[in-house]
């Protein structure tokens, strides 16, 4: 006869089919536990409050103004400006004011700290980028559980935004104009230093600057040519004092004969023989000695020849009313032996040659002061010409000291310069911020007080909780047949053992009921 049968070894794996009969004998309890775990999930998922949730959609408007005529001084990626915004915004104060504004957490208020709820608020915000880049859009929700507040609050917080942004790119824009502002006058100043350096090195080197190279080049030529006139002039007075000279002795030679010849007359003379018995020259011979003499060296074209030709003519003429005179005169001297020894009688010929010597006489010394006066001016061109030839020299010298001297200025001017435009630049892209002309926050969708709540999930809470029961209850029912260690079937018996016959299921609880009921008559 078998013995009993032996319990499963816990060691031995149990089959699919060992499990789904484990189960199928626990359903009971898997049921009750499934609704119990349902009822409970469904009475929390109810209990739970409502959460809803408000979204506003904000659009990065472009700039008004074209770029080619204003540049913006605020250029930045939407992500770095939502950011740099979202500090601002999301700081203690701002969110302690709305919260206040709104009566938002009255719960939370009796057993959390301030600090706690700004945490609380923090976490209810979201802010999600819809589009990256220069422009672009976002998405601004808050959660809570009043939906009119929860509309408020999220366009309020847009609004923040939206004034934030505005304030945030004036107040960059103005930095910058005050940035360029402190640098425009420190260029100012280095280019004020330069200027000063330069101009003292312009009074210091004034005359042999670069820039009066042509100048000092011109200068030099003309007064080169001056000289020339000079000398040349020089030469002129030289060859005109050389002949008043000659002009002079001859004069001073004609009038010492003329006057000779002028002297008290006597028979002697009379008779055409001079006292020491030899022949008496006329003047008229005397001036044409002096004519051969002029022609030598003049045409006959020149005024002196000329007028020494009609002075020959004059003479000649009171030579023969002389010749007559004499004649008369002679007949009166026969009888008296008396010689008159009285003055030289003056003639308009001896008269016009003393007023010719004078004149020469003052010509030659206009000549000569002349010429000691071009004298003078020579001297003064030729040292004028050496002090200008210095400079000149000294050109290249002066030329490399300046180059040096003004390469810091011209960068100076150049930066400065560069720094007044971009100042200009700024002060039109601030007023273009200030007037809203520029790029900005836009509201496209405000947010509209939701119809349903956010969260709870009820009816999602409501399954997880029925399908945690079944698998609570499947659980459960499978740890108390484990306990058993009990053969579920003949798949769980040795290969080798052979089946002779399968029993029935025997209920003795009725049975033994009945007997106890029995004995308990007799």
């Not at 004059?314 to 008296?336: F, G, L, V």
């Not at 002061?369 to 002090?387: A, F, L, N, S």
């Not at 009816?459 to 609570?472: D, P, T």
């Not at 299921?505 to 009921?513: H, K, S, T």
Request: proline residues 4%.
């Amino acid at each position: 006869m078998p013995g009993p049968a032996k319990p499963v070894s816990s060691s031995s794996k149990l089959s699919p089919l060992s499990i789904a009969r484990m189960l199928w004998k626990q359903k009971s309890i898997a049921v009750a536990v499934c609704i119990l775990a349902s009822a409970v999930s469904i009475l929390i998922a109810k209990r739970l409050p409502s959460v809803y949730r408000a979204e506003v959609l904000v659009f990065v408007d472009s700039q008004k103004i074209p770029d080619r005529f204003v540049s913006p001084t605020v250029d930045e990626d939407l992500s770095d400006s939502l950011a740099l915004i979202s500090q601002e915004i999301m700081s203690r104060t701002r969110l302690v004011k709305i919260v206040d504004m709104f009566h938002l957490y009255p719960r939370e208020r009796a057993y959390k700290t301030e600090e706690e709820i700004v945490q609380n608020m923090r976490h209810d915000i979201s802010l999600k980028v819809e589009h990256g880049g220069k422009l672009g859009a976002f998405r601004l929700g808050y959660e809570g559980d009043n939906a009119k507040v929860v509309a408020a609050v999220t366009n309020q917080l847009a609004g923040l935004y939206v004034a934030e942004n505005l304030k945030s790119r004036e107040n960059q824009a103005q930095g910058t104009v005050d940035f360029l502002h402190a640098q425009l006058e420190e260029a100012k100043r280095n280019l004020d230093e330069q200027e000063a350096k330069v101009s003292q090195f312009k009074q210091q080197n004034n005359g042999i600057l670069p820039q009066q190279e042509n100048s000092l080049l011109s200068t030099l030529s003309n007064m080169r040519v001056q000289l020339q006139g000079c000398q040349d002039a020089i030469n002129r007075g030289e060859a005109d004092k050389a002949m008043l000279e000659t002009a002079l002795s001859s004069a001073e030679t004609f009038e010492s004969a003329l006057a000779q010849s002028l002297l008290p007359r006597t028979r002697s003379r009379v008779v055409g023989f001079d006292s020491s018995g030899t022949a008496s020259k006329s003047n008229s011979e005397i001036l044409e000695e002096r004519l051969e003499n002029l022609k030598t060296r003049y045409t006959a074209d020149h005024p002196e020849v000329q007028d020494l030709e009609q002075r020959i003519q004059r003479a000649k003429r009171d030579e023969q009313k002389e010749a007559i005179d004499a004649t008369r005169i002679a007949a009166s001297m026969k009888s008296s032996d008396h010689a008159d020894d009285g003055p030289v009688v003056a003639t308009p010929d001896l008269l016009r040659e003393r007023e010719r010597i004078s004149s020469l006489r003052v010509r030659l010394s206009t000549v000569k002061k002349d010429i000691e006066t071009q004298k003078q001016v020579r001297d003064r061109i030729v040292g004028d010409i050496r002090e200008y030839e210095q400079r000149v020299n000294k050109l290249p010298l002066v030329e490399q000291q300046m180059a040096a001297v003004t390469r810091d200025y011209d960068n100076s001017k150049a930066n400065y310069k560069s720094l007044l435009d971009k100042e200009l630049a700024a002060g039109i892209a601030t007023d273009m911020e200030r007037s809203q002309k520029s790029e900005r926050f836009t509201i496209m969708d405000a947010a509209k007080v939701p119809e349903k709540a956010f969260k709870p999930k009820r009816l999602a809470i409501a399954a997880a909780g029925s399908l945690g029961g079944l698998l609570m209850g499947f659980l459960a029912g499978f740890l108390l047949e484990w306990r058993k260690r009990t053969l579920l079937g003949e798949w769980e018996l040795p290969f080798d053992v052979v089946v002779l016959g399968r029993v029935p299921v025997i209920r003795l609880e009725p049975i033994a009921e009945s007997c106890r009921t029995k004995v308990g008559t007799l």
